[in-house]
């Protein structure tokens, strides 16, 4: 059974920093693709970006393009979620997915972490 979880959530000011992580475990880590994607109070489930099984490929929503970069350690079986300048509508809670097939944003990712809350205060 693969299990994805993130951690590193929290509050920040606007303007600050946060950086996410989801360890991945029952799986083999560099088969999958793995995605971030955020839900908002009230707000459907957004995409905010994916990297490739290898590392070697990742995209972004434009909303965060340029503010946030995915990174991945397939070592430590870990994925992560650098967030910088961010702002209040950035206040999510924050999923992590894994999917051996598929890296785009409206596909059905395989396996989903239980998100992690971050919350930016203006």
């Known amino acids: 059974q693969v299990q994805l979880v993130e951690s590193g959530g929290g509050l920040v000011q606007a303007g600050g920093s946060l950086r996410l992580s989801c360890a991945v475990s029952g799986g083999t880590f560099s088969r999958y693709n793995m995605g971030w994607f955020r839900r908002a109070s009230g707000k459907e489930r957004e995409f905010v970006g994916a990297i490739s099984w290898s590392g070697g490929q990742t995209y972004y929503a434009d909303s965060v393009k340029g503010r946030f970069t995915i990174s991945r350690d397939n070592v430590k079986n870990t994925v992560y979620l650098q967030m910088n300048s961010l702002k209040p509508e950035d206040a999510a809670v924050y999923y992590c997915?894994?999917?051996?097939?598929?890296?785009?944003?409206?596909?059905?990712?395989?396996?989903w972490g239980h998100g992690t809350q971050v919350t930016v205060s203006s």
């Open positions: 997915a894994a999917d051996s097939r598929t890296m785009l944003a409206g596909s059905l990712w395989d396996y």
